[in-house]
Protein backbone atom coordinates (compact mmCIF):
# COMPACT_ATOMS: atom_id res chain seq x y z
CA UNK A 1 0.00 0.00 0.00
CA UNK A 2 1.20 3.55 0.10
CA UNK A 3 1.00 5.42 3.20
CA UNK A 4 1.71 8.62 4.44
CA UNK A 5 3.23 9.38 7.54
CA UNK A 6 3.39 13.99 9.33
CA UNK A 7 6.03 14.31 11.37
CA UNK A 8 7.89 11.39 9.87
CA UNK A 9 11.47 12.50 10.90
CA UNK A 10 10.70 12.67 14.33
CA UNK A 11 11.32 10.24 17.26
CA UNK A 12 7.92 8.13 17.21
CA UNK A 13 7.19 9.10 13.56
CA UNK A 14 10.64 8.19 12.13
CA UNK A 15 10.03 4.60 13.62
CA UNK A 16 6.81 4.08 12.06
CA UNK A 17 8.55 5.17 8.34
CA UNK A 18 10.86 2.48 9.37
CA UNK A 19 8.46 -0.25 9.72
CA UNK A 20 6.13 0.60 7.18
CA UNK A 21 9.44 0.56 4.73
CA UNK A 22 9.93 -3.01 6.31
CA UNK A 23 6.58 -4.27 5.35
CA UNK A 24 7.73 -3.53 1.88
CA UNK A 25 4.73 -0.31 1.58
CA UNK A 26 5.77 2.79 -0.04
CA UNK A 27 5.96 5.85 2.38
CA UNK A 28 5.62 9.66 1.78
CA UNK A 29 6.56 11.24 4.81
CA UNK A 30 5.68 15.21 5.74
CA UNK A 31 7.43 17.39 8.33
CA UNK A 32 8.29 20.83 8.28
CA UNK A 33 11.64 20.00 10.40
CA UNK A 34 10.35 22.76 13.35
CA UNK A 35 11.07 20.07 16.07
CA UNK A 36 13.43 22.03 18.59
CA UNK A 37 14.21 19.03 20.80
CA UNK A 38 15.80 17.01 18.10
CA UNK A 39 19.32 16.40 17.29
CA UNK A 40 18.51 15.33 14.00
CA UNK A 41 15.52 14.62 11.78
CA UNK A 42 15.78 11.21 10.64
CA UNK A 43 15.79 10.16 7.13
CA UNK A 44 15.16 6.64 5.53
CA UNK A 45 16.01 6.61 1.43
CA UNK A 46 13.25 4.53 0.94
CA UNK A 47 11.04 7.05 1.50
CA UNK A 48 9.86 10.36 0.25
CA UNK A 49 10.39 13.91 2.08
CA UNK A 50 8.30 16.93 1.86
CA UNK A 51 9.63 19.77 4.14
CA UNK A 52 6.12 21.34 4.45
CA UNK A 53 4.36 22.55 7.73
CA UNK A 54 0.51 20.72 8.03
CA UNK A 55 -0.95 24.10 8.55
CA UNK A 56 -0.74 24.85 4.61
CA UNK A 57 -3.55 23.12 3.20
CA UNK A 58 -3.00 23.69 -0.55
CA UNK A 59 0.79 22.48 0.04
CA UNK A 60 0.22 19.15 1.29
CA UNK A 61 -3.15 18.44 -0.06
CA UNK A 62 -1.45 17.08 -3.45
CA UNK A 63 0.46 14.33 -1.16
CA UNK A 64 -2.47 12.58 -0.35
CA UNK A 65 -3.46 11.16 -3.81
CA UNK A 66 -3.49 7.41 -3.47
CA UNK A 67 -2.69 7.04 -0.30
CA UNK A 68 -4.55 4.26 1.75
CA UNK A 69 -3.52 5.19 5.33
CA UNK A 70 -2.29 8.51 6.83
CA UNK A 71 -0.59 8.44 10.40
CA UNK A 72 -0.36 11.75 11.64
CA UNK A 73 2.21 12.18 13.84
CA UNK A 74 3.15 16.16 13.15
CA UNK A 75 2.41 18.07 16.39
CA UNK A 76 4.31 21.16 19.02
CA UNK A 77 4.44 17.91 20.97
CA UNK A 78 5.50 19.47 24.36
CA UNK A 79 3.61 20.85 27.49
CA UNK A 80 6.06 23.62 28.56
CA UNK A 81 6.36 25.12 25.03
CA UNK A 82 2.72 25.23 24.52
CA UNK A 83 1.98 27.23 27.49
CA UNK A 84 4.74 29.60 26.30
CA UNK A 85 2.76 29.79 22.95
CA UNK A 86 -0.56 28.52 22.74
CA UNK A 87 -1.67 30.41 19.59
CA UNK A 88 1.05 28.04 17.82
CA UNK A 89 -0.12 25.46 19.35
CA UNK A 90 -3.33 25.88 18.62
CA UNK A 91 -2.31 26.33 14.76
CA UNK A 92 -0.48 22.87 14.50
CA UNK A 93 -2.44 20.79 16.42
CA UNK A 94 -5.98 21.72 15.96
CA UNK A 95 -5.92 23.62 12.30
CA UNK A 96 -3.14 21.47 11.21
CA UNK A 97 -5.03 17.87 12.55
CA UNK A 98 -7.81 18.98 10.34
CA UNK A 99 -5.69 19.98 7.43
CA UNK A 100 -4.59 16.31 7.77
CA UNK A 101 -8.36 14.84 8.19
CA UNK A 102 -9.79 16.92 5.46
CA UNK A 103 -7.01 15.66 2.66
CA UNK A 104 -7.50 12.72 3.45
CA UNK A 105 -11.26 12.41 2.76
CA UNK A 106 -10.72 14.83 -0.07
CA UNK A 107 -8.33 11.78 -1.60
CA UNK A 108 -10.19 8.87 -0.22
CA UNK A 109 -8.06 7.48 1.88
CA UNK A 110 -9.12 4.73 3.71
CA UNK A 111 -7.95 5.65 7.24
CA UNK A 112 -6.17 8.21 9.74
CA UNK A 113 -4.09 7.23 12.57
CA UNK A 114 -3.92 10.10 14.86
CA UNK A 115 -1.73 10.22 17.81
CA UNK A 116 -2.63 12.05 21.00
CA UNK A 117 -1.84 12.10 24.76
CA UNK A 118 -2.07 11.32 27.70
CA UNK A 119 -2.19 14.50 29.13
CA UNK A 120 -5.76 15.34 28.75
CA UNK A 121 -6.14 12.94 31.80
CA UNK A 122 -5.39 16.20 33.95
CA UNK A 123 -5.43 15.73 37.58
CA UNK A 124 -8.77 15.30 38.31
CA UNK A 125 -8.71 11.50 37.49
CA UNK A 126 -7.67 8.42 39.19
CA UNK A 127 -4.92 6.22 37.89
CA UNK A 128 -5.53 3.64 36.32
CA UNK A 129 -6.98 5.77 33.71
CA UNK A 130 -9.23 5.06 31.03
CA UNK A 131 -10.63 6.50 27.87
CA UNK A 132 -14.35 6.96 29.20
CA UNK A 133 -12.77 9.11 32.00
CA UNK A 134 -13.76 12.77 31.17
CA UNK A 135 -11.19 15.26 30.33
CA UNK A 136 -9.42 17.50 32.91
CA UNK A 137 -6.67 19.33 30.31
CA UNK A 138 -4.28 21.87 32.32
CA UNK A 139 -2.38 23.02 29.21
CA UNK A 140 -2.62 23.98 25.85
CA UNK A 141 -0.71 20.80 24.79
CA UNK A 142 -3.26 18.97 25.91
CA UNK A 143 -6.81 20.70 24.96
CA UNK A 144 -5.21 20.96 21.17
CA UNK A 145 -4.59 17.48 21.50
CA UNK A 146 -7.60 15.93 22.72
CA UNK A 147 -9.44 18.87 20.41
CA UNK A 148 -7.75 16.84 17.91
CA UNK A 149 -9.49 13.49 18.83
CA UNK A 150 -12.47 14.86 18.72
CA UNK A 151 -12.11 15.94 15.17
CA UNK A 152 -11.00 12.22 14.58
CA UNK A 153 -14.35 11.39 16.08
CA UNK A 154 -16.59 13.62 14.45
CA UNK A 155 -14.73 12.76 11.10
CA UNK A 156 -15.44 8.71 11.17
CA UNK A 157 -19.05 9.80 12.25
CA UNK A 158 -20.05 12.30 9.85
CA UNK A 159 -17.76 11.60 6.83
CA UNK A 160 -17.04 7.85 7.03
CA UNK A 161 -13.68 8.08 7.52
CA UNK A 162 -12.17 5.32 9.54
CA UNK A 163 -9.98 7.27 12.26
CA UNK A 164 -8.11 5.77 15.46
CA UNK A 165 -7.06 7.91 18.10
CA UNK A 166 -3.72 7.07 20.34
CA UNK A 167 -3.42 8.46 23.94
CA UNK A 168 0.47 8.23 24.38
CA UNK A 169 1.75 7.56 27.88
CA UNK A 170 5.78 8.53 28.30
CA UNK A 171 7.07 7.57 25.08
CA UNK A 172 10.97 6.50 25.35
CA UNK A 173 13.17 4.40 23.32
CA UNK A 174 16.07 4.84 20.43
CA UNK A 175 16.17 8.38 18.69
CA UNK A 176 14.34 9.89 21.89
CA UNK A 177 14.92 13.70 21.81
CA UNK A 178 17.80 14.78 24.05
CA UNK A 179 17.62 18.99 23.68
CA UNK A 180 16.96 21.40 25.98
CA UNK A 181 15.21 21.09 29.57
CA UNK A 182 11.91 20.02 27.77
CA UNK A 183 13.31 16.86 25.97
CA UNK A 184 11.35 14.09 27.73
CA UNK A 185 12.81 12.50 31.14
CA UNK A 186 14.83 9.12 30.14
CA UNK A 187 16.41 10.75 27.66
CA UNK A 188 17.36 13.72 29.04
CA UNK A 189 18.22 12.04 32.15
CA UNK A 190 20.68 9.32 30.21
CA UNK A 191 22.28 12.05 28.15
CA UNK A 192 23.10 13.98 31.41
CA UNK A 193 24.67 10.77 32.97
CA UNK A 194 27.03 10.57 29.90
CA UNK A 195 28.01 13.59 30.29
CA UNK A 196 28.49 13.07 34.03
CA UNK A 197 26.26 15.68 34.88
CA UNK A 198 23.63 15.52 37.49
CA UNK A 199 20.16 14.39 36.86
CA UNK A 200 17.43 17.28 37.23
CA UNK A 201 14.82 15.98 38.64
CA UNK A 202 11.44 17.93 38.43
CA UNK A 203 9.62 18.63 42.03
CA UNK A 204 9.79 16.10 44.60
CA UNK A 205 10.76 13.26 41.85
CA UNK A 206 7.86 11.49 43.75
CA UNK A 207 5.13 11.87 40.14
CA UNK A 208 5.01 8.56 38.21
CA UNK A 209 4.86 7.97 34.90
CA UNK A 210 3.57 4.87 32.71
CA UNK A 211 6.73 4.11 30.26
CA UNK A 212 5.86 2.45 26.74
CA UNK A 213 8.99 1.98 24.70
CA UNK A 214 8.41 3.55 21.25
CA UNK A 215 8.34 -0.21 19.46
CA UNK A 216 5.57 -1.65 21.18
CA UNK A 217 4.06 2.05 20.29
CA UNK A 218 4.88 1.40 16.58
CA UNK A 219 3.29 -2.00 17.09
CA UNK A 220 0.00 -0.28 18.17
CA UNK A 221 -0.02 1.87 15.12
CA UNK A 222 0.40 -1.14 12.57
CA UNK A 223 -2.30 -2.66 14.37
CA UNK A 224 -4.97 0.65 13.63
CA UNK A 225 -3.88 0.50 9.99
CA UNK A 226 -4.79 -2.99 8.95
CA UNK A 227 -7.29 -3.70 11.70
CA UNK A 228 -10.76 -5.26 10.07
CA UNK A 229 -12.72 -4.54 13.70
CA UNK A 230 -14.95 -2.26 13.09
CA UNK A 231 -15.11 -1.55 16.60
CA UNK A 232 -11.91 0.50 16.36
CA UNK A 233 -13.17 3.25 14.19
CA UNK A 234 -13.94 6.18 15.77
CA UNK A 235 -12.18 5.20 18.69
CA UNK A 236 -9.95 6.60 21.24
CA UNK A 237 -7.12 4.25 22.96
CA UNK A 238 -4.78 4.64 25.52
CA UNK A 239 -1.28 3.34 24.43
CA UNK A 240 0.09 2.32 27.89
CA UNK A 241 1.58 -0.89 29.53
CA UNK A 242 0.19 -0.20 32.66
CA UNK A 243 2.74 0.15 34.89
CA UNK A 244 4.43 2.95 36.53
CA UNK A 245 7.72 4.39 37.86
CA UNK A 246 8.57 7.23 39.54
CA UNK A 247 11.10 10.03 38.27
CA UNK A 248 13.52 9.45 41.54
CA UNK A 249 13.46 5.61 40.72
CA UNK A 250 14.17 6.22 36.97
CA UNK A 251 16.84 8.45 38.61
CA UNK A 252 18.31 5.54 40.65
CA UNK A 253 17.78 2.64 38.01
CA UNK A 254 20.62 4.77 35.57
CA UNK A 255 22.77 5.54 38.71
CA UNK A 256 24.66 8.72 39.23
CA UNK A 257 23.92 12.26 41.08
CA UNK A 258 20.81 13.97 40.77
CA UNK A 259 19.08 17.42 42.19
CA UNK A 260 15.92 18.69 41.91
CA UNK A 261 14.18 21.88 40.43
CA UNK A 262 11.62 23.80 40.62
CA UNK A 263 8.25 21.92 39.90
CA UNK A 264 6.46 22.60 36.63
CA UNK A 265 3.12 24.26 35.89
CA UNK A 266 0.25 22.16 34.18
CA UNK A 267 1.39 19.00 35.01
CA UNK A 268 -0.39 15.77 35.94
CA UNK A 269 1.11 14.04 39.59
CA UNK A 270 0.79 10.53 37.97
CA UNK A 271 -0.37 8.77 34.49
CA UNK A 272 -1.29 5.23 34.70
CA UNK A 273 -2.86 3.52 31.46
CA UNK A 274 -5.75 0.80 31.66
CA UNK A 275 -4.90 -0.55 28.29
CA UNK A 276 -8.08 -3.20 28.36
CA UNK A 277 -9.82 -1.55 25.47
CA UNK A 278 -6.66 -1.56 23.17
CA UNK A 279 -5.78 -4.97 24.04
CA UNK A 280 -9.26 -6.16 23.35
CA UNK A 281 -9.77 -4.31 20.42
CA UNK A 282 -6.76 -4.39 18.14
CA UNK A 283 -4.97 -7.33 20.59
CA UNK A 284 -2.24 -4.56 21.26
CA UNK A 285 0.42 -6.69 23.55
CA UNK A 286 3.69 -4.53 24.84
CA UNK A 287 6.85 -6.55 24.48
CA UNK A 288 9.41 -3.87 26.15
CA UNK A 289 10.50 -4.17 29.99
CA UNK A 290 11.16 -0.21 31.13
CA UNK A 291 13.47 -1.26 33.96
CA UNK A 292 15.61 -3.75 31.04
CA UNK A 293 15.94 -1.05 28.48
CA UNK A 294 17.30 1.13 30.80
CA UNK A 295 19.80 -1.08 32.52
CA UNK A 296 20.76 -2.34 29.10
CA UNK A 297 20.71 1.24 27.43
CA UNK A 298 22.08 4.25 29.83
CA UNK A 299 25.58 3.85 29.13
CA UNK A 300 25.23 4.20 25.01
Not at 239 to 259: D, F, P
Request: proline residues 4%; glycine residues 8%.
Amino acid sequence: MKALVTGGQGFIGSHVVDRLVSLGHEVVVIDDNSATCNEKFYVNEEATYHKISICDYEAIRPLFAGVQVAFHLAAESRIQPAILNPTYATQVNVVGTCNVLQCARDAGVDRVVYSSTSAGYGLKNEPPLREDMPKDCLNPYSVTKCAGEELCTMYTALYGLKAVSFRYFNVYGERQPLVGQYAPVVGLFMEQYRKNEPMTIVGDGRQRRDFTHVSDVVEANMLAAFTDNEKAFGEVFNVGVGKNCSILELAQMIGGEYHHIDPRPGEARHTLADSTKIRTILKWDPKIEFADWVRDNKGY
